[in-house]
């Protein structure tokens, strides 16, 4: 079966410190992968999806950006980071419609 | 401009109360429709997804159905295992995008 690991599951950054989170997917081949961002009060906001190795789409620009260094390796980094960055980022998985969620990450900047 | 509104915001049902939950949604054309169950700190778990009108699927106490314009998400004889955020998202048919719209949620609350 399908397994989605994300990592760190919380992360306390200063501002203007880099990032780094990362996102894998065991038990699938060639899979489509996303990062999201939801905010308190607000719906889940598609940051960046890749539907191949090196190939990636983004949704939002911002100060964020994503790499998909292998098939099921997803990783959301920044350079920066800034308050607003702050929220709960979620990694997702599809081969078809569907899209699975992993745990998630909690990152506060400060 | 594709939206999805999710009602009510919250609702509070006793053991055993039965109800629905609404998604109201304004697409150009639809892929499909999904449902989403999320507990506090963690990430969505997905249980439904719908494709086209009269379509209705069913999980436990759940049945999900889909009109041209909503789903519902009824919930039969809930429990107070059943309290999470309910979450429903559309799939537009735009070109290739892989870009879900996501509502607000409902919040809901079983009470022993």
């Known amino acids: 079966s399908q397994t989605i690991h994300q990592w760190p599951a919380t992360l306390v950054q200063p501002v203007g410190s880099p990032l780094s989170l990362e996102c894998t997917v065991e038990g699938t081949s060639n899979p489509n992968l996303y990062w999201y961002r939801q905010a308190a009060g607000r719906g889940l906001q598609l940051l960046f999806y890749?539907?191949?190795?090196?190939?990636i789409s983004s949704e939002v620009p911002q100060n964020l950006s994503a790499s998909r260094p292998q098939d099921r390796q997803f990783i959301l980094s920044s350079k920066k980071l800034l308050l607003s960055d702050s929220g709960f980022y979620l990694c997702?998985?599809?081969?078809?419609?569907?899209?699975?969620f992993g745990p998630g990450t909690r990152l506060l900047v400060l | 401009e594709d939206q999805v509104t999710q009602s009510p915001e919250a609702l509070r049902l006793q053991e055993g109360e039965s109800s629905s939950l609404n998604c109201s949604y304004t697409v150009s054309g639809l892929r499909g429709l999904f449902w989403y169950r999320q507990d506090p700190g963690k990430g969505p778990e997905f249980l439904f997804t719908?494709?086209?009108a009269g379509e209705e699927k069913e999980k436990e106490r759940l049945k999900a159905t889909l009109t041209k314009k909503e789903s519902f998400l009824h919930i039969t004889a809930p429990k107070p295992e059943d309290s999470a955020t309910y979450l429903c998202a559309v799939h537009p048919d735009q070109g290739g995008s892989e870009k879900l719209v996501f509502g607000k949620g409902t919040k809901l609350t079983v009470n022993p």
């Open positions: 719908l494709y086209s």
């Open positions: 997702a998985w599809s081969v078809s419609e569907t899209q699975y």
């Open positions: 890749s539907v191949g190795i090196g190939q």
